[in-house]
């Protein structure tokens, strides 16, 4: 399966020579779009691995662009700005991951950041997934926490015996303890009302 990619570029004959060159790097361009409205609009609602941005666009520079797109999804962000504008729109980008290529474009050095903004879009993207499965389990541990409590409160069992109920009630039931942790919540939740 190839990466997919997301050209921003208003200039036409930069559009085919970028579409060869993020080809050639095992990229499919599956958009192409020349102003940041539009840019973001497809980077939101489809997932690429990365996005090249040519500066400048029709509705300007494209660093907003691509702080916004670095800060709301997982894909790389490349920048192409003019040499005189790199420093300053590196100033401003690169904080937030963006990679920052003055024009003219070196094939091979844009073949090696690509290379670079990929490995880290999927180091990126493993860490985001995991921060998100620690998020869940977390989650899922207050949720089971708070029931350990109310049977605790309600029935004067220890935290242990607490415990070893929901794990006996998932056993018995084949079903996680967090559904366990659920119903205890429900039930108890009743019984205020």
């Known amino acids: 399966m190839k990466n997919k990619a997301l050209l921003v570029s208003k200039l036409s004959s930069a559009v085919n020579v970028l579409k060869v060159l993020l080809e050639e790097n095992g990229y499919e361009v599956g958009g192409i779009v020349s102003d940041t409205i539009s840019a973001a609009e497809l980077a939101n609602d489809t997932v690429y691995d990365i996005v090249v941005i040519n500066s400048p666009l029709e509705d300007g520079d494209g660093s907003d662009l691509a702080l916004e ?65 620690l998020r869940s389990s977390l989650e899922e541990s207050k949720i089971i926490n708070r029931a350990k409590f109310l049977l605790m ?25 967090l559904e366990v942790a659920k119903q205890i919540l429900k039930t108890y939740s009743a019984r205020k009302g």
């Open 153 to 177: 409160q309600h029935l004067a069992l220890s935290e242990e015996r607490a415990h070893r109920y929901i794990e006996k009630q998932a056993m018995d039931m084949r079903i996680s303890k």
């Open 69 to 133: 797109i670095s800060g709301n999804t997982v894909c790389g962000v490349i920048m192409i700005v003019s040499a005189e504008k790199a420093p300053y729109v590196g100033h401003k980008v690169s904080d937030n991951g963006v990679v920052v290529v003055s024009k003219p474009i070196n094939k091979t050095l844009f073949g090696q950041l690509v290379g670079v903004v990929r490995a880290a879009q999927k180091r990126y993207a493993g860490l985001s997934k995991e921060n998100e499965r």
